[in-house]
């Protein structure tokens, strides 16, 4: 049972540490906030994170519309 137990503790801790690394990855980019697998990871996250995050993008692309999870009611604008 403890191996069992090690084994899903290793897995999950791989997952977390993938997809943050992934999350990361996308908020961080000067390429596109267009990123399909990036813009489902963001709107994913806790809000603490999500703002981060857009904050993130918005400061290197705030030119252009926002990616979904970043945008105000209007989608047209970032969120504050």
Known sequence: MK?????????VTALAVTLGWR?????????SPYDEV???LNSRMPLPLRKWG??????????????????????KTWIE
């Open 3 to 11: 191996k069992l137990l090690s084994i899903v503790l290793v897995i």
């Open 23 to 31: 999350w990361y990855s996308y908020v961080s980019n000067t390429d």
């Open 38 to 40: 990036g813009i489902e």
């Open 54 to 75: 857009c904050d993130r993008l918005k400061a290197t692309f705030g030119a252009v519309l926002p990616p979904y999870g970043c945008s105000a009611e209007d989608g």
